[in-house]
């Protein structure tokens, strides 16, 4: 079934009023889910520092708030007044600080019933989905419930071992209509004792943490004395942490026994007396992506990461640490889905936990840590195998006194080469053990021989060629001149070798329409010379000397033809491009020049000129949710893929800026740019005075990286286990070799392992990614990264070693490449399967014994179904109406090489208050979670996903703050049309300014700032990014997504 089908109708907004991250009491406050079993969701998360509040006395409710906080249920009876709200209104606590002291508290809701076989849900602001038909009757909806717990066993009886939440006994009937079980213990009385919860999750826990009555997240004390809340005269607790809109973790809504606060709400009678209001999951008793970020940050961020021990998971990609390359590569390097690996292939099917390796060979490094050694075995090359070819690591076995080596991955003993012959000391290692970077380190480069070499000659050093659209629009926009006027300066910074003094790279430039000019700027003429090619259909260089040249030797003529460029065709009236004559004139170039290189092509509309590639106008907005949707992410011609082809051959890399004004089909543009390793960059509706700042960033940006060139990556792969499948921007001629024109410090390619063998426990599983390259000096270069994993026979040691984010970063790759075949529907009903596969595998082989009621996570992939939740909600997966069929052909292809770290900030966005902000330190101020209630309408918030920065300003924000940060003096002054902020001397712009610097910074593109006024049309836009609450696409929320995940991992159970 699907997660999103169309809900019943509700203003959609956020879930109810959450205290930040606090414990809660377990069996409160919950709301019924249609025909989702009740589940116990019980403690959760500790509180975040620096929000808390008195807690008021427990009995008050929130009063009714004067303008607009949505009402607590649609078809609940609730008293007449000001509880009608509009779509779009704010509420005075939307939440966040209450903006009144009263103490608030979530008012009930009576449920309404539809005849059928499943309660319908409370709409609480959210619209939520229906799973499923009502009951007929109240009485069956008993009977149904009746079926169902909330984690009741008795109170004395153990919960699971804690790897799961939600594990407490309730003391409550599930939901309005079911019998109180008999022997539940009613609420705590005065003086019995609430055990207080500790504050931290780790997330990598060795060993099981001990049973507790609350959710078994985390180890610490047992929380013997939580039944349920303490009546209202009970004063607050002392231990529990106090949440900050002064409620109790879950106790929204009147206590049960205590007199519900509307006269009217319908009372569908247990006998043994008045019934608890209907359940709602608090969204604070779910597992947070920020508890969960900010835990790791405290428990490993202060350690640095340390690679010598076999099968280690690192520390989350959020959090900064050091490494210590002590034998196995650094997680910047790779990354895996679990670090301790199934022995057999049966174990691994009943898991369906994919096993899988993030690379990103050539990963920047923070300047603390060093770079990988190049080591230089002379004419005789790197030593390997005899048989498998691997290469010298850490891992080989010497043997018979060092004369001969024993292959890690093959078992084959190879001769060792006399020049490399080594002593034993008495453990068995060579004396120079700590000399050769290729024995005690996990990663290292080899200087490669010409026998790695084409043609057997080592290869010249690459060029670079600027291409540029000199049509109608691209010239009336300001952009030539602005390409023109960067690139003046911009040669300057071209990528160098380490200590070079200048870079070895040529340049060469082109300009196009319909029709082709080529540059002559060799360093003898006084002025550059214009060569024209009119044929495109058969396409060639009409120059061979000058078309490339070093940039120092020909700067004046170089300057002086980035002057006349926009001079020359400031009055085209020509509004027609090609687009594949450009690649092959390029290609051709490089062939010419017999050298490596990379094209940077300006781009700006759909090719339909007369030429080769020439491509229509096939936009189709009706295809989307058919079996023809596919379509849309394929290319309508296959002309490019045999254009991809020839580029990697000669290793020309494609990198693409995109100045689209409609439609211009990047399914298809983008094919030679994916498939030769290289980038898109798109800019819709390009203006000059919002966009060229991010245009420039992230040319210069792409210009000066790390790149390497006619790159050749293997990954191999010890007895047992071997690399099936790739995901990324490159091209595979066989199955093995994974070919790239080009490959820079940003890329990553991901590799799927499968077993065609027993792995046994002892001897682990070892992987070793080889990247053949040549550097951007002309070196040909191999580099080397060596990683080892455990691996077992009992799946709990899988699911405790799983890395939840690295897995999202799969699933969804899969799941981008899947919508090329099959139907979306079909390709998101398929995650949401494995997905509760390998949540049921956990619950039926792992847990201990429970209600079946209970959903039980691991505690490494607690994370998993909010995070999948923001994959099926993704614009490729389930667009909304604004985003185009360009957009989601663009962020298909960009997924597909993002790194672990691009793909968690992208799907689940980094917001922060900025109101919060400490003007004196360097710090960030603590992130929370992406949910609407968690806004206040007095505050200023960030929101980073990668690509956009959105700045969400409240209405009531104080003027002094929006003086302060953005020049004006009132709220309605502030332009929607910033692309940058203001540059104002006081401490709150300075901290902002800074903050926006340092998430630019972090990130391989340059975002686009966007500023958004509460209350305004772009806050559609920006709520599109508050992923935990349920999308106008029809997404769920992550509160009923869980339920559903629930009820899909029941199902398989049963």
């Known amino acids: 079934m699907s997660v999103n089908q169309q809900a019943h109708t509700g203003p959609p907004y956020g879930q109810p009023q959450p205290g930040y991250q606090g414990y809660q009491q377990p069996a409160y406050g919950g709301q019924s889910l249609p025909g989702v079993p009740q589940a116990q969701y019980g403690a959760y998360n500790g509180p975040v520092p620096g929000y808390q509040q008195p807690v008021p006395p427990q009995g008050s409710l929130r009063a009714p708030p004067t303008s607009g906080a949505p009402p607590p249920a649609s078809g609940a009876s609730h008293p007449s007044g000001p509880l009608a709200y509009s779509q779009f209104e704010h509420g005075d606590v939307q939440n966040g600080i209450p903006a009144s002291a009263a103490p608030v508290q979530r008012p009930p809701a009576s449920q309404p019933f539809l005849p059928g076989s499943a309660p319908t849900p409370v709409s609480q602001i959210s619209t939520f989905q229906q799973y499923g038909p009502p009951p007929a009757s109240v009485q069956q909806l008993r009977n149904h419930m009746a079926g169902m717990t909330i984690g009741s066993t008795a109170a004395s009886a153990p919960p699971p071992a804690g790897l799961g939440y939600g594990v407490g006994p309730s003391s409550y009937p599930p939901t309005t209509g079911a019998p109180r079980p008999p022997a539940m213990p009613g609420p705590p009385l005065p003086g019995q004792t609430v055990a207080a919860p500790p504050s931290s999750q780790p997330n990598h826990v060795s060993s099981p943490p001990p049973p507790s009555t609350m959710a078994g997240l985390h180890p610490g004390p047992p929380m013997s004395g939580l039944h349920g809340p303490p009546p209202p005269t009970h004063p607050p607790q002392p231990g529990y942490p106090m949440q900050q809109n002064g409620s109790f973790g879950q106790m929204r809504g009147p206590q049960p026994n205590y007199g519900g606060a509307y006269p009217g709400a319908p009372n569908y009678g247990s006998p043994p007396g008045p019934p608890p209001p209907p359940k709602r999951l608090d969204p604070d008793s779910i597992p947070s992506p920020i508890q969960v970020i900010e835990d790791d940050r405290n428990n490993r961020g202060s350690e640095p990461f340390v690679t010598g021990v076999r099968g280690q998971v690192p520390p989350l990609v959020t959090t900064n640490f050091l490494v210590k390359d002590q034998g196995n590569a650094s997680p910047r390097y790779i990354r895996c889905t679990s670090y301790n690996i199934p022995c057999t292939s049966d174990m691994a099917k009943q898991s369906q936990v994919p096993l899988a390796a993030v690379i990103k060979p050539l990963a920047a490094l923070p300047p603390e840590e060093t770079l990988p050694y190049l080591v230089d075995h002379g004419e005789s090359g ?77 290869p010249s050093p690459p060029a670079f060629i600027f291409m540029i659209d000199v049509s109608y629009n691209a010239v009336k926009s300001g952009l030539v001149r602005l390409i023109c006027e960067e690139l003046k300066s911009l040669l300057d910074y071209l990528p160098r070798e380490g200590n070079m003094e200048e870079s070895a790279i040529r340049v060469g430039f082109v300009t196009y329409n319909k029709v082709l000019h080529f540059y002559n700027v060799k360093s003898s003429l006084a002025q550059p010379q ?45 509004t027609e491009t090609v687009f594949a004559p450009v690649i092959q004139a390029g290609l051709e170039a490089l ?30 907005r009706k295809l989307i949710n058919t079996d023809k949707e596919k379509t849309l992410f394929q290319p309508q011609t296959s002309f490019y893929n045999n254009l991809a082809k020839d580029c990697v051959a000669q290793g020309c890399c494609v990198d693409l800026f995109l100045f689209p004004n409609q439609y211009l089909d990047v399914a298809t543009l983008g094919v030679v740019p994916y498939q030769t390793g290289g980038s898109i960059y798109k800019y819709a509706y390009f203006q000059l005075e919002t966009d060229q700042y991010r245009f420039l960033n992230d040319l210069r940006r792409d210009v000066q990286k790390e790149v390497g060139f006619d790159a050749v990556m293997r990954v191999r792969t010890s007895t047992g286990i071997r690399a099936t499948d790739f995901f990324g921007a490159f091209y595979m001629s066989n199955t093995t070799d994974v070919e790239m024109a080009g490959l820079d410090c940003d890329k990553t390619i991901t590799v799927e392992f499968k077993h065609d063998d027993k792995l046994s426990e002892d001897s682990g599983a070892l992987l070793q990614c080889a990247l053949l390259y040549t550097s951007c000096a002309g070196q040909r270069r191999l580099r080397i990264h060596n990683l080892s994993l455990n691996c077992c026979t009992q799946l709990a040691d899988l699911y405790r070693n799983c890395e939840t984010d690295t897995l999202i970063n799969y699933l969804a790759k899969f799941a981008y490449r899947g919508v090329l075949s099959s139907p979306v529907k079909t390709v998101r009903d398929a995650l949401i399967n494995q997905c509760a596969q390998i949540l049921a595998c956990y619950r039926k082989n792992c847990a201990s014994p429970s209600s079946a009621g209970q959903l039980i996570l691991p505690e490494c992939m607690k994370l998993l179904p909010v995070y999948l939740n923001c994959v099926l909600k993704s614009d490729v997966l389930q667009p909304g109406p604004e985003v185009t069929t360009d957009d989601r052909a663009y962020i298909r292809q960009l997924v597909t090489s993002m790194d672990v770290a691009e793909t968690n900030v992208f799907f689940y966005p980094r917001l922060l208050p900025l109101t919060k902000a400490d003007v004196d330190s360097d710090s960030l101020p603590a992130a929370i979670r992406n949910s609407e209630e968690r806004l206040s309408k007095g505050d200023i918030y960030l929101l980073e996903n990668g690509l956009n920065i959105f700045v969400w300003v409240g209405v009531s924000v104080q003027q002094g703050l929006i003086q302060n940060l953005f020049g004006v003096s009132s709220f309605s002054q502030i332009s929607n049309a910033l692309s940058t902020l203001p540059v104002l001397e006081n401490p709150f712009s300075k901290k902002v300014r800074s903050i926006v610097d340092m998430l630019q910074g972090q990130r391989s593109r340059y975002m686009k700032l966007i500023v958004v006024k509460q209350e305004d049309k772009l806050e559609m836009l920006f709520k599109h990014f508050l992923v935990e609450d349920k999308s106008l696409t029809g997404g769920a929320s992550y509160v009923d997504f869980l339920c559903h995940m629930h009820k899909e991992i029941r199902q398989l159970l049963s």
């Open 382 to 458: 790197p030593v390997r195998c005899n048989r498998c070819k691997a290469y010298m690591c850490p891992f080989m076995q010497f043997i018979e006194g060092g004369r001969r080596f024993q292959c890690c991955f093959c078992s084959c003993v190879t001769e060792v080469p006399p020049h490399y012959f080594q002593h034993l000391d008495h453990t068995g290692k060579r004396v120079d053990f700590y000399d050769r970077p290729e024995l005690s380190l996990g990663s290292y480069e080899f200087l490669a021989t010409v026998d790695y070499c084409k043609n057997n000659k080592f």
């Open 530 to 574: 214009m060569m024209v090619v009119s044929d495109v259909a058969d396409m060639f260089v009409p120059l061979l000397d000058g078309f490339l040249v070093n940039v120092n030797e020909s700067r004046t003529v170089i300057a002086s033809l980035l002057d006349q460029i926009p001079e020359m065709f400031a009055d085209t009236r020509e």
């Open 591 to 620: 062939k010419a020049a017999e050298c490596a290189g990379k094209l940077f092509i300006f781009h700006t509309s759909l090719p339909i000129a007369e030429a080769p590639g020439k491509l229509k106008n096939r936009d189709d």
